[in-house]
T-cell receptor
């Protein structure tokens, strides 16, 4: 079955450490997205990519980095510059980037700081 | 993209219709109304979207007022599994238009 796979489900980060969250899709979607969700809050857009080798900053990109070397993969690195990384991270994809596209979400990664 | 306003929470009895309101008074002519829901600790799930006509699918109905300044999501026969946070989102059609999630409305379905 086609879908979006996020791994790991739970991740722990030590102070000063970079960690990478994985997001893979087998839907042949061009567009992929990363969102952050804090407890009791809505989702905030970190980065999005419309096509391979291209990505744009969202509303809260500071302290994060991404790459899009393959169509099916859009990993997110939480760098040591992100001072408050504890959150639920969600990856999504859509056939294309644009207002009529429905987003399909993965099951999320919970990141916590040790 | 226009902003939306939703109540914080509501509840309904199992088997009854759940009517979830949303205000989007600054919506412009080319912006769609989208609804997603999120069950605790899972990714959001697409429910339905519309421009100006009422829409219905296997999950829900979307009623948009004639002036498009508000809408209502209707779950015709709510079940316990419909307990979730429901997000009403307004999104333009441009290539750089983003899906922006507010806090949504928490629907609790009681037995």
């Amino acid at each position: 079955d086609g879908g979006i796979t996020q791994s790991p489900k739970y991740l722990f980060r030590k102070e000063g450490q970079n960690v990478t969250l994985s997001c893979e899709q087998n839907l042949n979607h061009d567009a992929m997205y990363w969102y952050r969700q804090d407890p009791g809050q809505g989702l905030r857009l970190i980065y999005y990519s419309q096509i391979v080798n291209d990505f744009q900053k969202g509303d809260i990109a500071e302290g994060y980095s991404v790459s899009r070397e393959k169509k099916e993969s859009f990993p997110l690195t939480v760098t040591s510059a992100q001072k408050n990384p504890t959150a639920f991270y969600l990856c999504a994809s859509s056939p294309r980037q644009g207002g009529r596209e429905k987003l399909l979400f993965g099951s999320g990664t919970q990141l916590s700081v040790l | 993209d226009a902003k939306t306003t939703q109540p914080t929470s509501m509840d309904c009895a199992e088997g009854r219709a759940a009517n979830l309101p949303c205000n989007h008074s600054t919506i412009s002519g080319n912006e769609y109304v989208y609804w997603y829901r999120q069950i605790h600790s899972q990714g959001p799930q697409y429910i339905i979207h519309g421009l100006k006509n009422n829409e219905t699918n296997e999950m829900a109905s979307l009623i948009i007022t004639e002036d498009r300044k508000s809408s209502t999501l209707i779950l015709p026969h709510a079940t316990l599994r419909d307990t979730a946070v429901y997000y009403c989102i307004v999104r333009g059609t441009g290539a750089n238009s983003k899906l922006t999630f507010g806090k949504g409305i928490t629907l609790s379905v009681r037995p």
